[in-house]
């Protein structure tokens, strides 16, 4: 029984060849252990998250052979949004029973299946995987039938070219990009021996803040970064960070003349009150206790190219990674239309619930 530690994948920048292809699922890792009418729902560190998704211990029960460990992902999916929802799925750890339950009941959660580690008696983790797949697709056999079902397991393909459109597309889905697999690896927990390719992209965003290092208060610790919307409003789309030290002593120095006062700037208090989406939103986050949220305003005169990976909504869903400064772009022009939009594509159809 738990904790095992999950196996792990290194990033590539292209498909490799001569592989087992997955989707990458944007949700919470979790290793299930079924034994019986116990279910254990572990994360990738190791902490139990079984209280919060009392509907994934309900589908286990009611899917899962009688004894069983598999590892996959918990997913909130909006199936008339056809978007996957990891803010929704966020919410779920909470400290109040009753609310996890609601939330149960109002954005259920679900579990993709993508490896098999134990089987009744039998540990899998030293046959290959494609030994381990097989065995886990007969193990789920009756909920893949069932379109009804919130136990799923993931797509595979062995052919290179489809990987690739499924890259392409299942973006627009909400997923986060491929994981690839050699056919004769064993489950090596803690290892990272599989591959992941994820979107990169870029895009020339305004400088619109700072927070300060955890360590020291004369360092930089993250950039906060605004795009203009149709209104010609500047939202906050996220952070840029992973600077060296000592560079970010030299932003700190650098910024200081940019330093602006609170009611001249876009995400004064009188726009966070009015609804816009601006940093502020966070820094009484419930996700971030204890950690100081706030930020020094800069005026938003300098713009920087970052490089992302995909957008959630209207924010990039990871910390945006620095490229330049972009002295020949002028603020006003860093509008959300130079971001690529993914083609849409059918949820559902990924699931396999129709």
């Given amino acids: 029984m738990p904790p095992v530690k999950p196996m792990l994948a290194k990033p590539v920048k292209t498909i490799p060849p001569g592989q087992m292809y997955e ?35 309900e589908a286990v ?21 056809n978007r996957l929802e990891f803010e929704a799925l966020q919410q779920r750890i909470h400290p109040a029973d009753s609310r996890v339950r609601m939330l149960a009941e109002q954005t259920p ?23 381990r797949r097989a065995l886990l697709e007969q193990a789920l056999d009756a909920a893949a039938a069932d379109p009804s079902a919130r136990v799923h397991v993931t797509p595979t393909t062995q052919d290179v070219e489809e990987a690739q459109r499924w890259f392409e597309q299942f973006e627009g889905a909400g997923l986060d990009g ?19 390719i ?17 360590g020291s208060t004369d360092a930089i ?6 795009l ?36 001249d700037h876009p995400w004064n208090w009188a726009a966070h009150d009015e609804g816009e989406r601006t940093p502020r939103k966070n820094e009484t986050s419930r996700w971030n206790a204890g950690k100081d949220l ?15 990976d995909y957008m959630e909504g209207a924010r990039f869903r990871h910390v945006a990674q620095f490229v330049r400064w972009r002295p020949d772009r002028e603020p006003a022009s860093c509008t959300y239309d130079q971001l690529e939009r993914p083609v849409r594509f059918d949820l559902g159809e990924v699931l396999g619930t129709r």
């Fill in 61 to 81: 029960l009611e899917h899962f052979p009688d004894r069983a460990v598999v590892d996959g992902e918990i997913i909130v999916a909006d199936t008339e949004g």
């Fill in 178 to 196: 491929l994981i690839a697999k050699p056919l004769d690896l064993t489950y090596q927990p803690d290892k990272r021996v599989m591959w992941k």
């Fill in 198 to 214: 994820k979107h990169e992209r870029t895009a020339d965003c305004v400088l619109a803040g700072y927070r300060v290092h955890k």
């Fill in 228 to 263: 203009f919307d149709d209104r010609g409003v500047l939202a906050s789309v996220g952070v840029c960070g992973s600077f060296p030290m000592a560079r970010r002593k030299e932003l700190f120095v650098e910024l200081q003349p940019l330093v602006s006062e609170w009611e």
């Fill in 294 to 308: 706030s930020f020094t305003p800069l005026r938003p005169k300098r713009v920087l190219e970052v490089r992302y």
């Fill in 109 to 131: 959660a679900r579990f993709v299946a993508f490896d098999l580690l134990a089987l009744g008696d039998d540990d899998l983790t030293r046959r290959p995987l494609h030994e």
């Fill in 23 to 57: 989707p990458k699922w944007d949700g919470f890792r979790s290793i299930v252990f079924r034994d019986g009418d116990e279910v254990v729902i572990g994360s990738r560190n190791e902490k139990p998250l079984t209280r919060y998704f009392p509907d994934v211990v």
């Fill in 221 to 226: 610790g993250s950039l906060l970064l605004g």
